[in-house]
């Protein structure tokens, strides 16, 4: 009976041992299957592997082939990723961004994937700044370019979409897009924005700096004349026909701006009315006086003080009319005394200031006007020649029974210090 079972546990023993040498022949059979490597290999590579997985770790140290089985992994690894290198370098030049990102995401460290897949987002955004661009989107456009970090043309374009809002006259936002520009002319066009924004604020004389750095470029040119031509008109229309007349002839006599007259046009008109264009300006006087009298009703007797005065003021501007004439308007300062007192000290004066015009075609060479002062006295204003003499007087200012008081003031202005 012992003997009998001892050979069912040998009999046991030696199947077993046969069955885990078979397990171990099968998996160095399936490994020998799988051959050369190939992208059709995933089966067999698949299926050796898991023969190889279920066995026990006794068993495993006995499979003679596992390192072919690890040579074909690796292979068969290597030309997975070599395939999905190879469509996701397709997809990139059929536009496919989407599928090039996923594949070159998908490789990690392989080769230059990560690389690529920078290189995808740069393009995939430059062709999506492209279609802003040609939909007339030139912010969003201008944005886009930005995140291309310079693939193929894009600060070629990126300068394009600075141009095409510079002339859709979204000019801040155009200096935006020129100051992030690699680009020579980008401080020229920035300029002309800049010059354009204080066109369109009437700022013509600002315009004009910003417009002298700007020239170079197309319409900078006809832009600076543009400014110097609008300072010339709004000085036309201010009277100050000496510093229109200045700005005018900076430019070509056939040249205007918005559809306004030429500048040879706006020339003859000046020459026309010369005599008024010299008188424009501001005229110092270089002696002023003014005195009060205190005079007794009954004897006659009298009492004066007199003072002076300097550096006082005549300002003369002149408009030329549309019926052929032209106004000057002139506005004198002056001073006078506005009491009496035997004493100096107690003396009272004040700055006043007089208004006068005069239409004409001709500004007169003589002439004498009255006129009407701020308060209630009146006075007298002579031309002669380039001389201007102001004088007032009034009497009883001061309300008395037994004085009369008379106040008078004189002032020449015949020192041209500034042209208008």
Known sequence: MKQKLLLLLLTAAMLLMLT???????????IDQIGTVSLESGDAISAAQGAFDTLKDDQKEKVANIAALENAKTQYAQLLNERDYADAAAAFEAKDFALAKKLYSSLGSFEDAAERYTETLHAEAYYEAVDLFNAGKYKEAARKFEETDGYLDS??????????LLD????????????????????????????AI???????????QFFEAAKDIPNGEEMLRGSIYMQAEENL????LNTAKGLYEQLPEEFSYQN??????????????????VLCGIWKSNDMDASVRETHTSTGLWDQWDGNGWNYQLEITCKINDDDTATMRAKANFWHYTNYSSLSRNLKYSD??????YTGTRAPYKMDYSMNFTYEYSGTLRINGKKFRLDYQILDRNSSMYFDYTYKSFGTYDTLVKAL
């Open 20 to 30: 885990a040498c078979g397990e171990v022949k099968n998996v160095e059979m399936l």
């Open 155 to 164: 600060q070629d374009k990126l300068f394009d979409t600075g141009v095409a």
């Open 168 to 195: 859709a006259s979204a000019y801040s936002d155009a200096i935006s897009v020129f100051s992030v520009c690699n680009n020579s002319s980008k401080e020229a066009y920035i300029a002309y924005a800049n010059g």
């Open 198 to 208: 204080n066109m369109a604020s009437g700022n013509y004389e600002k315009a004009q």
């Open 237 to 240: 229309e201010k009277g100050y």
């Open 260 to 277: 306004g007259k030429t500048v040879s046009e706006r020339l003859a008109a000046l020459k026309k009315f010369d005599s008024f264009v």
């Open 352 to 357: 006043d200031s007089c208004l006068f015009t």
